[in-house]
């Protein structure tokens, strides 16, 4: 290894202590084989792993990641030939899939120092396809470097998380969200504040907004699906969760959605200031819940919402487990905003 240092500045917003971590790691050269690494959707998870690919095997003789030479550019295109992505196949990452990378980590690397292997919503791998790459967590080669995404562990096998390093990434102060969108994207501030406010800290939700504003208006369709679910009947309920069962990938980005509102609509409960709350175009809606309904009950409501995403990620029946999550919803008819 050459004199070069790897720098604590990689070319992503936020999660300073995760870079700082690895730097210490890789200028030490302790490297561990794999690392697992998790956070709610959308936060930046594989934008994180692809700036550490792009570090172990930078080419500058000054700091890594240099973010200008072959091997940073080429593994930011994804056409780097030590660099892999492998990515769920219908909501599934299949044995096929590590068996493929199971070859593939058994070959040299090309031209780079490692070859670098990102494994996308590892969440979503099939019980079959964790035990596939145990032998290959068991007995790594030295010239591999593992990094498994997920957007959470609960599902995982203990062994799977016991021979990784976990780096669990946490939301983003929403002024940091805020004044990356302006001074690196140019956003109108008052816009940026509010696409900040939405993210919930989350830097990829709010950069997938500013691609497509659709995903601002599925929003809306979502939290107006909910808000009206708590005034109809329990068959009514039953038929939007026959719908929503029928794009089961759109779940895990709605319930993380309905629970930040369960969560505005707590914290209300307990006379926390409006502004601390994120859903604050439903303020009308949230606070007229946290007046009408016991803090214990959206308690138990935001509990609900919580655990019908592990049932998700756990493969149980999806109609089944909206179906009870339905039940679960308080009843109350919601004033429409004066």
């Known amino acids: 290894m050459s004199n070069a240092l790897f720098r604590p500045e990689w070319p992503i917003i936020g999660h300073e202590w995760a870079v700082r971590h690895i730097t210490r790691s890789l200028n030490a050269e302790r490297l561990r084989h794999a690392y697992l690494i998790s956070g709610v959707p959308r936060i930046g998870k594989t934008t994180f792993a692809r700036a550490f690919a792009q570090a172990v095997n930078c080419l500058s003789d000054v700091a890594r990641p240099c973010g200008l030479c072959r091997a940073c550019q080429m593994t930011a295109q994804g056409t780097y030939a030590d660099f892999s992505l492998i990515e769920a196949q219908e909501n599934a990452l299949r044995i096929e899939q590590i068996r493929e990378l199971t070859r593939a980590v058994a070959l040299r690397p090309v031209e780079g120092r490692y070859r670098v292997l990102i494994l996308r919503r590892f969440h979503e791998a099939?019980?079959?396809a964790m035990d596939a790459l145990l032998k290959t967590l068991e007995e790594p080669p030295p010239h591999v470097l593992l990094l498994l995404t997920a957007d959470t562990t609960e599902s995982l096998l203990a062994t799977i998380k016991s021979r990784c390093q976990l780096l669990n990434l946490r939301p983003l102060p929403v002024v940091t969200v805020r004044d990356a969108l302006i001074d690196q994207h140019k956003v109108e501030p008052e816009r940026a504040a509010l696409i900040a406010q939405?993210?919930?800290?989350?830097?990829?939700?709010?950069?997938?907004?500013l691609k497509d504003d659709s995903l601002l208006k599925q929003r809306a369709e979502w939290l107006d699906?909910?808000?009206?679910?708590?005034?109809?009947?329990?068959?009514?309920?039953?038929?939007?969760?026959?719908?929503?069962?029928?794009?089961?990938?759109?779940?895990?980005?709605?319930l993380a959605l309905w629970q930040s509102y369960w969560r505005d609509a707590l914290l209300l409960a307990h006379h926390?200031?409006?502004?601390?709350?994120?859903?604050?175009?439903?303020?009308?809606a949230l606070e007229q819940i946290a007046r009408s309904v016991k803090a214990e009950e959206i308690y138990q409501t935001l509990l609900a919402v919580r655990r019908t995403l592990r049932y998700l990620q756990a493969n149980v029946n999806t109609r089944l487990a909206l179906d009870a999550l339905m039940l679960?919803?308080?009843?109350?008819r919601l004033l429409a905003a004066p």
């Open 225 to 254: 699906l909910l808000e009206r679910a708590l005034g109809e009947s329990r068959t009514l309920r039953f038929e939007r969760a026959r719908h929503l069962s029928e794009n089961r990938a759109a779940l895990p980005t709605l």
């Open 198 to 209: 939405l993210s919930s800290g989350r830097m990829g939700w709010a950069l997938d907004v």
């Open 126 to 128: 099939s019980p079959q």
């Open 328 to 332: 679960e919803l308080p009843r109350l």
């Open 272 to 284: 926390t200031a409006a502004a601390s709350i994120t859903n604050r175009d439903r303020r009308h």
